[in-house]
């Protein structure tokens, strides 16, 4: 992974129209998992996506170095005319939200958490495991969502080590995969958990291995769905959502075009515009 401190710059003004477009960025192509559902809840948007897989990945990184990064791609997002932001990764939010929330209080900011409250309301067992990046299990954020959500269940948290870099070589179903998934699962339903939460936006392009690993007795919850509801929402509430035409997207990687555009044209579509990222 590269290393080096990415610094924040200008402050560039958020478009309050709603003809403009909606920036998104992840640590790499997880977000995608997000996107999505995006494009089906938001179906007249354009959508401007920052793949920073040149970074990836960002769970073992220091929260300062992720919220100095987040606000540069930030930047990056509101110079090509974003209205709002949709932070596609738990890690990232985790780190950065509040602080690109101060810096751009008038942005509509959407990020995402793992999904422990309807975990715990789904749970028979009593157990919930959570699968997440190290940046997010150890983040406060996580700790006072369990606060608020987990005080009546037992959550079991395990690290994903090996998943992002899996989906990011677009290595979805290999024997090495399948052997570090169910590592990673076999232990959370040893424990007890019949709920497992993707706490990682990588991990639903890992979801059919998942829950081959975790047997039909195991609900499998992700918050890619409910997020795109929240970020309709809010755009509602600011007045910026577009009513009529159909969107488009377009993305950037920090990582070599030729590296990772492959990956992403699989998971999004063929023709997809995947342009270098500049900064
Ligand atoms: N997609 C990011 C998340 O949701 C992955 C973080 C990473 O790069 O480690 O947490």
Redesign the pocket.
Known sequence: MNSGTPAAGHCPAPRSSADASIGVF???L??LSVLRHARVALPAEDFLYVADSGF?????RSADWIRERSAVLGEFLLDQGAKALLI?????TAAAARTLRERWPALPIVG?EPAVKPAAAATRSGTVGVL??T??LSSSRFAALLDSFGRDIRVVTRPGSGL?EAVERGDFDSPATRAQVVSHIEPLIAEGADVIVL????YPFLRPLIEQAAGPAIRVIDTGDAVARQLARSLGQAGLLRSGGKGDERFWTSAPVSQSAPALRRLWQPLARVDALPV
């Open positions: 992840d640590s790499g997880g977000g990836a990945p960002y769970g073992e596609a990764c738990n890690t990232a995402m997440a990046t940046g997010t992002v706490g990682c936006t990588h």
